[in-house]
């Protein structure tokens, strides 16, 4: 197999960038969520619950985010590791991070019609993946792991059960590839990526934002998505699957073109 595409995710639940590589460090993919918006309690806000997100194009910038709506842009500086701090919450998990300003506050708030704040992710937080899957290793504020690997087949396989196929953007992947056969993916343990490590820990549950059209916000076909895909794959207790949460071994580069080995 070869990776097929790469994207990364500056803002949890915004649109996606379609990049040729994808740098690793200690945390995760280098840009990727380490920018997200929160609720006044200081709970994560995502397009499950405010689709508007999906509207917004993010852009990694030197020394920040650029963040456009189609009308007007926002430049955001990273904050310095004194700038004031909020206990954020993703899932169960609470952790701090800096905030970004009063003025990315107004613009956000004002585009997504409630109040709310922008944080950025501290260099000097560590927040660990959930023990139970993977020891000694880290991520930013994505839900639960570093990485998502997704299949093409598994895709061909869902979209022949619904009256209009779905792109896999919907799936919000960071890796995609394509294996012999539908599914294959949720017994992967060990990957290599052009020699780079990676464990296969968990496979993926899947929400209703697979229902959610990543440039408009709509779900032009209601919960037909997630519902075809909890007939057709899933795992019980789990739900709905689809992709392979990965953790990385080592510090490196993933690049579109990459032989992918199973091992």
């Known amino acids: 197999m070869k990776v097929l595409s790469a994207f990364l995710y500056p803002v949890k639940s915004m649109r996606a960038v ?5 740098d690793l460090d200690d945390k995760g993919i280098v840009g990727d969520r380490r920018w997200m918006v929160i609720d006044a309690e200081g709970r994560f806000v995502t397009q499950r619950t405010v689709p508007a997100l999906v509207r917004l194009q993010p852009e990694l910038i030197p020394g920040g985010v650029r963040i456009d709506d189609g009308a007007s842009q926002l430049g955001v500086e990273l904050p310095r590791l004194d700038a004031k701090r909020h206990t954020v919450t993703v899932w169960r998990d609470s ?3 800096l905030d970004a ?3 990315a506050a107004a613009w956000l708030s004002t585009r997504l019609g409630f109040a709310c704040r922008f ?3 501290a ?3 560590r927040r660990e993946v959930d023990l139970n899957y993977a020891k000694d290793a880290q991520t930013t504020f994505t839900d639960a792991y570093p990485l998502l690997i997704v299949n093409e087949a598994s895709l061909d396989a869902l979209n022949a059960q619904l009256p209009a196929p779905i792109p896999m953007e919907r799936f919000r992947p960071n890796l995609v590839v394509r294996a012999d056969a539908p599914w294959v993916e949720d017994g992967w343990t060990r990957l290599e990526v052009d020699g780079l ?3 296969g820990v968990k496979p993926c549950a899947r929400c209703v934002a697979i229902t959610t059209d990543q440039r408009t916000g709509e779900r032009p076909q209601g919960p037909l998505p997630l519902t ?3 007939q057709l794959h899933s795992i ?3 739900g709905a699957i689809f992709g392979m949460n990965l953790v990385h071994r080592a510090k490196g580069a993933l690049r579109v073109g990459a032989h992918v080995a199973l091992k």
């Open 18 to 22: 379609a990049v040729s590589t994808l």
């Open 95 to 97: 952790f701090p991070a």
């Open 101 to 103: 300003g009063d003025e």
């Open 119 to 121: 944080v950025a992710f």
């Open 123 to 125: 260099s000097d937080v």
């Open 197 to 199: 490590p990676l464990d």
């Open 228 to 230: 075809a895909l909890t």
């Open 236 to 238: 019980p207790g789990r």
